[in-house]
């Protein structure tokens, strides 16, 4: 089986004027979606109150609140 393909999703940072978009595949967007409190971000976005980082990848970050 090859690799998976990558698919944009938008950040969800929480930031009203962001408009970035963070390439994950299926597997690692669906990863984060079974995890209550976790958002996935473009990296080095800045995390709002009371977020903090708990993964650290190329294309995207992982955090929680």
Same mark, same amino acid.
């Given at each position: 089986?090859?690799?998976?393909?990558?698919?944009?999703?938008?950040?969800?940072?929480?930031?009203?004027?962001?408009?970035?978009?963070?390439?994950?595949?299926?597997? =690692?967007? &669906?990863?984060?979606?079974?995890?209550? @409190? !976790?958002?996935?971000?473009?990296?080095g976005?800045?995390?709002? =109150?009371g &977020?903090?980082?708990?993964?650290?990848? @190329? !294309?995207?970050?992982?955090?929680?609140?």
């Amino acid at each position: 089986m090859g690799e998976e393909r990558l698919i944009e999703y938008g950040c969800e940072c929480g930031a009203a004027e962001c408009h970035a978009s963070v390439s994950m595949t299926f597997s =690692e967007r &669906d990863a984060v979606d079974h995890v209550p @409190d !976790r958002w996935a971000i473009a990296p080095g976005h800045r995390l709002q =109150e009371g &977020d903090r980082l708990l993964e650290q990848h @190329d !294309r995207y970050w992982v955090v929680g609140s």
